[in-house]
């Protein structure tokens, strides 16, 4: 067959053309992509994430870690999802103790419960950690770890957080989901590392921040194996057996991974030995703590920098003092976010 051949001067017309045209159009969708932290605003804190990335994996770079190495952690709540004015976990205990307690009459004349069902927050506001174990003994054991598992999965498109009067699913940070894509994209196993109940996390981990069952470490209660109707089950017993909380997370890590992470995601006083043992590795390594500064858009407390006090997600001027000794970033919702959630998601007034 014979071939057809344009005529130089034709070719050289259309690839100038096509050159043109690839120069004038392909940049327009690009823009909105290359930023890959767009609820971001520009600033310390997402300009040391985005270094860091770009460092720890180029290769030839000082600080190249291999993909294998490649580990970041996240506490939960306060740092992936909000935590006023009760942790997720509080909330699902009180919605379950209401669920149980028909077949318990006895609880409306003991307490704690009796304060939970009769909605004395004032009692509820000083309970103690003794009295919070009791309620999550009635309401977290009992029953297989896959029958708890379903029983959260069930309650959590149910769920109603008062302050915002949604579910706690839709109360995920837009910006640590889009750290936690970043990271991913880049090779980097991402943990969640979580004083709450493992079993309870790991019911929604993978479907809410798309982190696998396993790589979820959290606080856990007692299990024991058994066979039921002739097949094995695990059962959850009513006492602790791990505490994922404090020093419990830096054991953890190296219980659950074997591996310190070059990066460490907290917002408490309970993170701090987290992100201390993250940071004391060579090479690279960064900690961060979310500080809820926006009584706007979210809830402002600390105590640090004279934000109002709390009991859940303490952020102390002494972690503040520690974080600044240590080199850790301390990311603002008020400045560093330019959105909170994904979605229109605002507070009850």
Same mark, same amino acid.
């Given at each position: 067959? =014979?071939?057809?051949?344009?005529?130089?001067?034709?070719?050289?017309?259309?690839?100038?053309? /096509?050159?043109?045209?690839?120069?004038?159009?392909?940049?327009? +969708?690009?823009?909105?992509?290359?930023?890959? &932290?767009?609820?971001?605003?520009?600033?310390?804190?997402?300009?040391? !994430?985005? @270094?860091?990335?770009?460092?720890?994996?180029?290769?030839?770079?000082?600080?190249?870690?291999? #993909? *294998?190495?490649?580990?970041?952690?996240?506490?939960?709540? *306060?740092?992936?999802?909000? @935590?006023?004015?009760?942790?997720?976990?509080?909330?699902?205990?009180?919605?379950?103790?209401?669920?149980?307690? +028909?077949?318990?009459?006895?609880?409306?004349?003991?307490? #704690?419960?009796?304060?939970? $069902?009769?909605?004395?927050?004032?009692?509820?506001?000083?309970?103690?950690?003794?009295?919070?174990?009791? !309620?999550?003994?009635?309401?977290?054991?009992?029953?297989?770890?896959?029958?708890?598992?379903?029983?959260?999965?069930?309650?959590? #498109?149910?769920?109603? %957080?008062?302050?915002?009067?949604?579910?706690?699913?839709? &109360?995920?940070?837009?910006?640590?989901?889009?750290? /936690?894509?970043?990271?991913?994209?880049?090779?980097?196993?991402?943990? !969640?590392?979580?004083?709450?109940?493992?079993?309870?996390?790991?019911?929604?981990?993978?479907?809410?921040?798309?982190? +696998?069952?396993?790589?979820?470490?959290?606080?856990? /209660?007692?299990?024991?194996?058994?066979?039921?109707?002739? =097949?094995?089950?695990?059962?959850?017993?009513?006492?602790?057996?791990?505490?994922? %909380?404090?020093?419990?997370?830096? /054991?953890?890590?190296?219980?659950?991974?074997?591996?310190? #992470?070059?990066?460490?995601?907290? %917002?408490? @006083?309970?993170?701090?030995?987290?992100?201390?043992?993250?940071?004391?590795?060579?090479? &690279?390594? &960064?900690?961060?703590?979310?500080?809820?500064?926006?009584?706007?858009? @979210?809830?402002?407390?600390? +105590?640090?920098?004279? $934000?109002?006090?709390?009991?859940?997600?303490?952020?102390?001027?002494?972690?503040?003092?520690?974080?600044?000794?240590?080199?850790?970033?301390?990311?603002?919702?008020?400045?560093?976010?330019?959105?909170?959630?994904?979605?229109?998601?605002?507070?009850?007034?």
């Amino acid at each position: 067959m =014979k071939r057809f051949a344009l005529p130089a001067f034709v070719r050289r017309s259309l690839l100038a053309a /096509i050159t043109t045209f690839l120069a004038l159009a392909a940049p327009l +969708p690009l823009i909105a992509q290359d930023d890959p &932290l767009p609820s971001w605003n520009d600033g310390a804190a997402k300009t040391a !994430i985005l @270094e860091f990335v770009a460092q720890t994996t180029t290769e030839g770079d000082a600080n190249f870690v291999a #993909p *294998g190495e490649r580990i970041a952690t996240f506490d939960q709540d *306060g740092t992936l999802w909000v @935590e006023q004015p009760l942790y997720g976990q509080g909330l699902f205990a009180l919605d379950r103790l209401a669920v149980l307690s +028909p077949d318990h009459p006895e609880w409306k004349d003991t307490e #704690p419960f009796k304060s939970v $069902l009769t909605g004395d927050h004032a009692a509820m506001a000083k309970f103690t950690e003794k009295d919070w174990m009791e !309620i999550v003994a009635v309401t977290h054991a009992g029953m297989s770890t896959a029958d708890f598992e379903a029983i959260v999965a069930e309650w959590l #498109p149910t769920s109603k %957080n008062p302050t915002f009067g949604v579910p706690v699913t839709n &109360l995920t940070y837009q910006p640590m989901h889009e750290v /936690i894509d970043l990271l991913r994209a880049n090779g980097f196993q991402t943990w !969640i590392v979580t004083g709450g109940g493992q079993e309870f996390v790991r019911a929604y981990a993978d479907g809410v921040y798309g982190v +696998p069952t396993q790589q979820v470490i959290g606080s856990s /209660i007692a299990t024991k194996y058994q066979m039921v109707d002739g =097949k094995p089950v695990l059962m959850r017993d009513p006492k602790l057996f791990f505490n994922d %909380n404090d020093d419990g997370k830096a /054991i953890g890590i190296n219980l659950f991974i074997g591996k310190r #992470p070059q990066i460490s995601f907290g %917002n408490t @006083e309970g993170d701090a030995e987290m992100l201390a043992w993250t940071t004391a590795g060579d090479g &690279l390594r &960064l900690g961060f703590l979310v500080l809820h500064d926006d009584a706007e858009r @979210e809830v402002a407390y600390g +105590p640090a920098n004279g $934000l109002p006090d709390t009991k859940v997600g303490t952020f102390s001027q002494a972690l503040m003092d520690t974080a600044r000794q240590n080199g850790w970033a301390v990311i603002s919702m008020k400045d560093d976010w330019k959105d909170i959630f994904k979605g229109d998601v605002k507070k009850i007034e």
